[in-house]
T-cell receptor, first 116, second 114 residues
């Protein structure tokens, strides 16, 4: 069975600090996809990144970066120079690939609070 | 606007009642997913449809049912509602069902059972 663990329930930082959100996953599949979603106070789920299991290249998008390490089954997310607008709940999720059938298994989320 | 439309945005109903949540997928997407987000269970997958057929099922209660219509919109029916069914219900869609297409979420329907 698939499992995603986000051990950090809540993180508080001061604006401009860097912060890393941890994600550890479990799956028996060799082909799978990992995702990060942001849920701001307004409630919607905003897609941030998708990474497949064969692509271990780290990715940077503006202030956001992701570190995927298959050896440790981790897909960590770093926000550099955090801003108040980054305050949200962040979810890591895993999806196996089985043709036209798929589903996301979400972690419990990490609430990030960025203050001035 | 993600392109996935969910109605209504908010719903308040009494225990024992039945409600229907509606989802219109992003234009061109054939697959629809339903998720429930509650305080105690977190974000949980309920069910997936692809081009009108059920493709995957999660921990969906027997009191809940769903379908996808020929025009590809989907409805989630919740009956004999209990207080514990209060949650945010999300619909997501993608092109052809596989994870490689990603998932686009709607803004959700917040259901409150009183």
């Amino acid at each position: 069975a698939q499992k995603v663990t986000q051990a950090q329930t809540e993180i508080s930082v001061v604006e401009k600090e860097d912060v890393t959100l941890d994600c550890v996953y479990e799956t028996r599949d060799t082909t799978y996809y990992l995702f990060w979603y942001k849920q701001p106070p307004s409630g919607e789920l905003v897609f941030l990144i998708r990474r497949n299991s064969f692509d271990e290249q780290n990715e940077i998008s503006g202030r956001y970066s992701w570190n995927f390490q298959k050896s440790t089954s981790s897909f960590n997310f770093t926000i550099t120079a955090s801003q108040v607008v980054d305050s949200a709940v962040y979810f890591c999720a895993l999806s196996e690939v089985t043709g036209t059938a798929s589903k996301l298994t979400f972690g419990t989320g990490t609430r990030l609070q960025v203050t001035l | 606007d993600s392109g996935v439309t969910q109605t209504p945005k908010h719903l308040i109903t009494a225990t024992g009642q039945r409600v229907t949540l509606r989802c219109s997928p992003r234009s061109g997407d054939l697959s629809v997913y339903w998720y429930q987000q509650s305080l105690d269970q977190g974000l949980q997958f309920l069910i997936q449809y692809y081009n009108g057929e059920e493709r995957a099922k999660g921990n969906i209660l027997e009191r809940f049912s769903a379908q996808q219509f020929p025009d590809l919109h989907s409805e989630l029916n919740l009956s004999s509602l209990e207080l514990g069914d209060s949650a945010l219900y999300f619909c997501a869609s993608n092109l052809a069902g596989g994870a490689n297409y990603g998932y686009t979420f709607g803004s959700g329907t917040r259901l409150t059972v009183v």
